[in-house]
């Protein structure tokens, strides 16, 4: 996997707007659902936190402490305005750092999160043995990430849009090639079975694979076995 950061930190400035737009706003609604499942956990870590969208779902979902990683300062930048202006700053923390070195002790953390971050990274196993690390014995780990639908009718359209119409839009402010990446590395990241057993690998045991929206995102949630 190529380094991201530099991609990233070019994408910043619209990396919001350009999500709801891509998904039709359905990418909160993704969001959400992943936040839910860690709902019920007192410290959770984001990993490519970005500008913050899933660390402040989780908040909202009552966690009392939310730390978001990511390697971009602009990201960072932006997402701590973004809690600043909710007051948000007592209940999310926000640090600079990669998902294959983690900056934290061992067993700190209830649960790990990471949305559409995993295929950017540039060991995905590295990164998850690195949230088993970071976990207590039991801890939870929600992966929400972009997948190749299965459904006949409705692949050929999806992989149409994202690898012809997402470089377009993304062409009017300047980021055709930014998005014709994102494109190609969903065709090539591991899917469904082969995800999961990268999970497992890492010492996950893999509790559900939630597909949505007709397969064109995946959340796999699993627990530390030891």
Sequence with gaps: MPETKPIFNRVARY???????????????????????????????????GTAEV??????????HVIGLDPSPHMLKLAQKKINSLRLGNRITLIQGLAEDLPFKD???????????????IDPLEALCE?????????????????????PFFSPIYMFYIKNILPLIGSIFGRREEYRYLADSIQNFPQRESFSKLMNEAGFKVLQSLELTMGAVIIYIGIKEK
């Design 55 to 64: 660390a402040l779902e989780i908040a909202r979902q009552k966690v009392p």
């Design 131 to 151: 949230m088993k690390r970071v976990l207590k014995p039991g801890g939870k780990i929600g992966v929400l990430e972009f997948a190749v639908p299965q459904k």
């Design 15 to 49: 990396y919001d707007t350009l999500n709801t737009l891509f998904s039709f706003g359905i990418d909160r609604l993704w969001r959400r659902k992943l936040a839910e499942n860690v709902s019920s956990s007192t410290l959770v870590l984001d990993i490519a936190t």
């Design 107 to 121: 067993g700190v953390f209830d649960a790990v999160t990471i949305a559409f971050g995993i295929r950017n990274t």
